[in-house]
């Protein structure tokens, strides 16, 4: 009686190893783009690389991770490993400008219009640190017109 007793009590026990041993979700980062005044920026592309040295998927791929910003400013990232994450975002801007010029010459007034179609990139960059498994990582980059648009 007493073995039977002991099986039982050695097969509810495991059973409520195993139960506690609930799997761990993926950590994610959760990336929020905005531009120098603090609104969203929509249509960003936002990569995550990882940091040399650092003990994650480094050994395996450069860019871990790419998604375009939604109206929110929002991406989020899936990874592996927690860790400490690089985190570039960039986006092509472009328009038209219009430049008025006026020139005394003597007594007369010159007054010339220029119209000029030029292209930018909005680039911001930082860091983004995921402690735990099923835990996110979230970062703030903030945009600023720094790249010339041949770098995108």
Known sequence: MNRIINKVLL????????????PMGKPT?????KDKKGEAVEGAKVS???IPG????????????EETSNAAGKTIHEFE?????????????SGTFTFNTYRVNDTTVIDSTYTVDS????????????????EAGKAD?????????DSF
């Open 11 to 22: 097969f509810l026990y495991g059973a409520a190893l195993i139960a506690a041993c609930k």
């Open 141 to 149: 980059i903030i945009m600023a017109d720094t790249l010339p648009v």
């Open 119 to 134: 292209s930018w990139t909005l680039y911001g960059d930082g860091f983004v640190k995921i402690p735990n498994y099923g």
């Open 48 to 50: 995550v690389f990882c």
């Open 81 to 93: 490993h927690p860790g400490v994450y690089k985190v570039e975002a960039k986006k092509k801007m």
């Open 29 to 33: 980062a959760e990336i929020f783009v």
């Open 54 to 65: 650092e003990k994650s998927e480094c050994l395996y791929k450069e860019t871990l991770s």
